[in-house]
């Protein structure tokens, strides 16, 4: 659930993004139009006026990755005067809580806390000025409305958590091949360290031993023969 709620409600790879927005929202238009020919007690029929704000609603959304805030108070206008005009309320429930996941799953949490108090408030001052029936039903949609931020904001939530983990094995990994690389430099330069202090022995020895046969041969020349002084 969560794997499939990342793929279409979260983040893509740049060359899917479009087309997998594009087609979700040609998802969610196509379901709207389902639901205005089957529900008919909540709001009429849209006319020529009511389609096309469903219609760029939908269009609108393809977007929401890209400027969450942006298409949300975009969609909060188109919505309002949709449903000003009585029609079809239920239709653009599911656009609408989309904006409000992508808003609260990719912004700040301080533009998730003033899009969810500027919608909830939105809606129920309209609702609560046609009577008291409209606001309770209101109430009713603001439990949904918390929900789906709140899934936002969980979502936002584990995304830096996952990110966090991965840059902490990405850094774990760096620092043991430093370690590692250290440790290569530091045995490279003891073994250098230990050939330098045995060729300097090896080279002082036999300057030693020179300097000794030298001395011997100019003191007593008849004293060693040839094979006395090599050896």
Known sequence: MESLVERVLGPAA???????????????????????????????????????LLLVAHVVIVWRRRAPVRVMVTLMAILLVYHSLDNNHTAPMAVSMVALFTVASRTRPRNTLLIGVGVMGVMLTVKF???????????????????????????????????????????AERTREEEARRRVA??????????????????????????????????????????????
């Open 186 to 231: 530091e045995e490279r330069l003891r073994v250098a360290r230990d050939l330098h202090d045995l060729l300097a022995h090896s080279i002082t020895l036999v300057g030693v031993q020179t300097s000794v046969a030298a001395h011997v041969l100019a003191a007593d020349p008849d004293r060693l023969d040839r094979a006395a002084v090599a050896k």
């Open 14 to 52: 740049p060359g899917e993004r479009l087309r997998t927005d594009t087609l979700f929202a040609l998802a969610m238009a196509v379901s709207a139009v389902v639901i205005v020919r089957s529900v008919r007690d909540n709001g009429h029929v849209p006319d020529v006026l009511g389609w096309a």
């Open 129 to 171: 000025s046609e009577g008291m029936a409209e606001g309770a039903e209101s109430l009713r949609i603001s439990g949904w409305i918390v929900a789906f931020l709140l899934l936002g904001v969980y979502v936002r939530i584990h995304r830096q958590y996952v990110a966090s983990v991965v840059e902490r094995a990405e850094r």
